[in-house]
């Protein structure tokens, strides 16, 4: 009896895992994700003045000049914008 219930419940977590990869396929092969756009919607990404470069805003890597607050991508990026 404890056989058959460890394989019902073998069989259950093979069958979970399958769909998992299946589901998995099928995004990448789609391109969208429910899990990508829920995080790219509450994710807004500014320009590093000096390279280009979009990042997330970060305090640490940030500088205030005039009134307005900039963003950088490393520290090397806002070193260059303070000269």
């Given at each position: 009896?404890?056989?058959?219930?460890?394989?019902?419940?073998?069989?259950?977590?093979?069958?979970?895992?399958?769909?998992?990869?299946v589901?998995?396929?099928?995004?990448?092969?789609?391109?969208?994700?429910?899990?990508?756009?829920?995080?790219?919607?509450?994710?807004?990404?500014?320009?590093?003045?000096?390279?280009?470069?979009?990042?997330?805003?970060r305090?640490?890597?940030?500088?205030?000049?005039?009134?307005?607050?900039?963003?950088?991508?490393?520290?090397?990026?806002?070193?260059?914008?303070?000269?």
């Amino acid at each position: 009896m404890i056989r058959v219930l460890l394989l019902g419940v073998l069989f259950l977590l093979i069958a979970q895992a399958f769909w998992r990869v299946v589901d998995g396929i099928v995004d990448g092969a789609s391109g969208s994700s429910k899990r990508k756009r829920s995080i790219r919607s509450s994710l807004k990404l500014v320009r590093d003045p000096v390279c280009g470069t979009f990042v997330a805003p970060r305090p640490e890597l940030s500088l205030t000049a005039h009134g307005e607050t900039h963003f950088f991508c490393s520290e090397k990026c806002r070193k260059e914008f303070r000269r």
